[in-house]
């Protein structure tokens, strides 16, 4: 009797442009990198995978359901680089089977450094889902499924969502399974919905790999193990990035006909059903309490927050952005806040991480630096320059005298 | 094992490199007898080997001195004015001075056999290196050994001489081609030296895959015939350094270390030094090291109007070296073409961030440190900038760098050459 909850993530960073010290423009972003790479994932994916989810909605008649969550970042430059994946997008938001989340709009770490903007970013978002796509989002997934105690609490206070989506990490569970609905310590309406790790990361991640000894992974192999769970469960939350489908693992693997065979597989036992986040919500009650007093993600083996914050140029990188945020605010130049938003996207600090040997890979496919020095060194490029938009000089801290020194010479 | 230099009568890299390979080596039970075409002089030796001062190869045994620090070495000296990184007409001075050199001992300390080697003195490189191969069979012959091992290429030509006449294998290290010391003008008859040298060996140990390939390219060697194996470092600096931050200096000191010639890219250096002054004003451009673009490099800083910003200091060794490295905030190697370059190691294991061209062995090895092209001078000022800049990304550096050099052992690099040893001598054997 599971429930299958499809949540896919859409997203792509406003990558930067090289950005010397010596640059003084306020063009940060790289357009051709941006829109050769949003046009290629959206031919390699976001169309054949929508064209494929469409057809098994009409199939299977309202009975197959996913949901989404598209950032804003990625919204923008979908309407500028490939404005085709929008209607696709638009045409699955009709039939009714399309669930959309909430999230930063910026898939910023903003939870972390600022409440304020943390709101802001969220209420963006949802208002471009609620014009773009005719929904409000009821459930909310932080960036990276970083969550914590305090950020149920934070939603909790905001009082418009049911749920909240984040990663069944085992030191969360301790050894109870994710496929119950859980909620936190302090009391409230807000239910957590965990990813089944084990199942979502066969797809993510394993699919492809010829050394696995399940490979090649088919849709009734798949089914049979989500079969496994019945009685010990009500929903298998399948989380994962959207890319999978074409990008992170290519058409030739297989990946399309596994998806598109897989429903009718699921569906062959009377039990089984698809569900949207919210719908789970609603058809079952939250079993245990999770106490989640750290920070939790969805990202390499440690599922914490490292691969942002783990060394010393990052936390620098996050505290200077945040630090500018009144002074910023403050102008009331607006594209002078949505450069700045924009350079809150995790990615860029995704890029700064040194945990190379362990998580290499993984680092690296994603990565369009050569090394995460070279990426420390132009996000603070670019910070330096838009300090001197703000029009005011940097305060306080020892080194910055010469910034300003170099700010005066160059004025 | 025939060398050009051994510490402490070093210029570059090399003798640092025979020194830390040969001392790892001999921790693996290898035996190894070590001749120097060199002169040694009595005045100046330092005191951490116990140097015996070499008399004529003819003669007894007085050209062996073993050192104290490093077992089942054995070294042995060739008087000989060949200099690593000479040219065909530094060399004359060379001679002369070498003869005024002997004068001196001979009033001294009066040795006369001394005397007649003046006639084996020949006038010019080509001959000097004959010389010395000649020489070097004489010694061999005295001893006994089951491989030779030559570097680099004034010594691939007493190899292959060694190799004939004892018919033991021949094993040539490059850790330098004519076309990194001289780009696309090189000296014919050192390119000859090496092809010779390349082709007779039976086996080539490359410093890096970028001298693989210019060994495959230009020479025109079988790539089967070419292992890599990476120069190590002495784990020798303080590692704790970390201690310099939170020190205030006025002033940021930005390091060049290394011979002053066409190789190293002393000019790149200075154009990104004109430009990061351009945009901070404290900060001194140090170069340590000499070489044949000495003068034309302290007159290019001039020119470019930063005269006053650089720092030339000569070349430096032991502790001033030291020093320097405890005073740098970034070390810079702009080399155009560098087969690997120890001394980044050697500036991470002091804890000083580095910036390395992208035309260098060594950039195939590190991960934790910033490379540009050589030529690009607005991103080796962009880069320099930043690490005067933003605190948090020397730290890092420094932090990851120093754990990550400290993985490079000349420990690793011995044990593979042993392997090319057993390889050698195994294939000699089958045939």
Known sequence: MPSICFYFQVHQPFRLRHYTVFDQDHRYFDDFKNKSICQKVANKCYLPANRVILDLIRKHEGKFKVAYSITGVLLEQLADYAPEVMSTFDALARTGCVEFIAETYYHSLSFLYSRGEFRDQIFKHMDAIETLFGQRPKVFRNTELIYSNDLAAELESMGIFDGVITEGADRILWGRSPNFLYKPPREGKIKILLKNYALSDDIAFRFSNRGWNEWPLKAEKFTNWVNQINGNGYVVNLFMDYETFGEHQWADTGIFDFLRHLPEEILRHPDNSFKTPSEAIASYPATDIVDVPGLISWADTERDVSAWLGNAMQSNALHEIYRMEQTVKKTGDKTLLADWRKLQTSDHFYYMCTKWFSDGDVHKYFNPYDSPYDSYINFMNIMNNMEKRCGKKPRGRKKSVETEQAANSII | ?431
């Not at chain 2, 070349?315 to 905030?329: C, I, N, P």
């Open chain 2, 1 to 431: 094992m025939l060398g050009w230099e051994f510490p402490p009568f070093i210029s570059g890299g090399l003798g640092t490199a025979c020194y830390g390979l040969t001392k790892a080596m001999s921790k693996l039970g290898l035996e190894i007898t070590f001749i120097l075409p060199r002169m040694i002089r009595t005045g100046n030796l330092s005191t951490h080997i116990n140097l015996k001062t070499p008399g004529d190869i003819k003669g007894d045994f007085q050209s062996e001195w073993e050192t104290q620090e490093i077992r089942n070495l054995k070294i042995r000296t060739i008087d000989s004015p060949l200099k690593p990184y000479a040219t065909a007409h530094t060399y004359q001075d060379e001679i002369e001075e070498i003869i005024r050199s002997k004068q001196e001992r001979i009033t001294g300390i009066t040795k006369d056999e001394n005397l007649q080697d003046n006639g084996h003195y020949a006038g010019d490189m080509y001959a000097e290196v004959h010389r010395y191969a000649a020489a070097a069979v004489k010694l061999a012959m005295q001893e006994s050994f089951d491989v030779i091992h030559a570097h680099d290429w004034m010594t691939y030509s007493a190899g292959v001489a060694v190799a004939a006449v004892s018919g033991k294998p021949l094993v040539i290290h490059v850790h330098s081609t004519e076309f990194d010391r001289s780009g696309e003008h090189v000296n014919q008859m050192i390119y000859n030296f090496e092809r010779a040298g390349m082709h007779a060996a039976d086996k080539i140990i490359a410093v890096s895959y970028l001298t693989k390939n210019i060994i495959l390219s230009r020479y025109g060697v079988s790539g089967d015939k070419v292992e890599v194996v990476y120069n190590g470092i002495e784990k020798n600096g303080n590692g704790l350094g970390l201690g310099k931050i939170g020190i205030s200096r006025d002033e940021k000191i930005v390091l060049f270390l290394g011979r002053i010639t066409m190789q190293k890219g002393p000019e790149y250096f200075l154009g990104a030094a004109k430009k990061v002054l351009e945009v901070i004003d404290n900060v001194r451009f140090v170069m340590a090291g000499s070489g044949d673009m000495m003068k034309r490099t302290i007159e290019l800083a001039a020119q470019l109007g930063i005269g006053s910003k650089v720092m030339f200091t000569g070349f430096l060794r032991g502790e001033d070296v030291r020093k320097v490295y405890e005073r740098a905030d970034l070390y810079v190697m702009p080399s155009v073409s560098e087969p690997f370059g120890i001394a980044p190691l050697e500036a991470l294991n002091n804890d000083v961030p580095v910036l390395i061209s992208k035309q260098s062995g060594v950039s195939e090895v590190l991960t934790h440190v910033l490379k540009a092209d050589f030529w690009d001078v607005n991103e080796i000022a962009n880069k320099i900038v930043a690490v005067l800049k933003y605190p948090p990304l020397q730290m890092t550096l420094k932090e990851h760098g120093n754990y990550e050099v400290r993985k490079l052992r000349w420990e690793d690099a011995a044990e593979k050459c042993k392997q090319v040893y057993n390889q050698v001598i195994n294939e000699a054997v089958c045939v």
